[in-house]
């Protein structure tokens, strides 16, 4: 089976923080991503990986940077949090862009 | 623009009793059709994968349908069970002619609660 995991399953930060969501999956996929989910808006994204090192910004990357340093682990970073951050976020991988995208259990991250 | 809409928002059935979702969309060039499931809390899992040529496909009580024609989807639940309240998103792949590659398109999902 296929296993995504990200490092918390609920984080509180405080306004301004700088913030570290991680990302690992287990099956050597190529294509990693990250996504915002808001009630009403649905799965949003924010950046995408297609292979180490390299990064390509989804529908929303403003005010945040990924990091993709090995195959296994993909990075979403909030350089500067604010309270309009607040959201869960979902982590994904993908053996080509074309095949199903395997989920993260999520992280809910609330800004204060 | 890209866009996929779905329908009901929201719905709530008693247990053992069928109900089926809709999902428009306009995005072009196809490539397929997947109808995930998210329980509260957790990240998305996929049901079902259709692509052009395919008009039903099953999982279990799930029936996924495609017209490829008018840009519609449903999934159909059977019987249905207190652990399938959950919200159900339909997600469309595009092909992105200029560059190549695929771009998804997420619908908001249908917030299904099962009850007794």
């Known amino acids: 089976d296929v296993k995504v995991t990200q490092s918390s399953r609920y984080l509180v930060k405080r306004t301004g923080e700088k913030v570290f969501l991680e990302c690992v999956q287990d099956m050597d996929h190529e294509n990693m991503f990250w996504y915002r989910q808001d009630p009403g808006l649905g799965l949003r994204l924010i950046y995408f990986?297609?292979?180490?090192?390299?990064?390509e910004k989804g529908d929303i990357p403003e005010g945040y940077s990924v990091s993709r340093e090995k195959k296994e682990r993909f990075s979403l970073i909030l350089e500067s949090a604010s309270t309009n951050q607040t959201s869960m976020y979902l982590c994904?991988?993908?053996?080509?862009?074309?095949?199903?995208?395997?989920f993260g259990p999520g992280t809910r991250l609330t800004v204060l | 623009k890209n866009q996929v809409e779905q329908s009901p928002q929201s719905l709530i059935i008693l247990e053992g009793k069928n109900c089926t979702l809709q999902?428009?969309?306009?995005?072009?060039?196809?490539?397929?059709l997947r109808w995930y499931k998210q329980d509260t809390g957790r990240g998305p899992v996929s049901l079902t994968i259709?692509?052009?040529?395919?008009n039903t496909k099953s999982n279990g009580r799930y029936t996924a349908t495609l017209d490829a024609d008018t840009k519609q989807s449903s999934l159909h639940i059977t019987a249905s069970q207190l652990s399938d309240s959950a919200s159900y998103i339909c997600?469309?792949?595009?092909?992105?002619?200029?560059?190549?590659?695929?771009?998804?398109?997420f619908g908001t999902g249908t917030q299904l609660k099962v009850e007794l």
């Open positions: 999902c428009n969309y306009t995005v072009s060039p196809f490539s397929n």
């Open positions: 994904a991988s993908s053996f080509k862009s074309q095949h199903e995208q395997f």
């Open positions: 259709m692509t052009f040529s395919e």
């Open positions: 990986s297609y292979d180490v090192k390299m990064k």
């Open positions: 997600v469309v792949t595009g092909l992105i002619l200029t560059g190549g590659g695929n771009k998804l398109t």
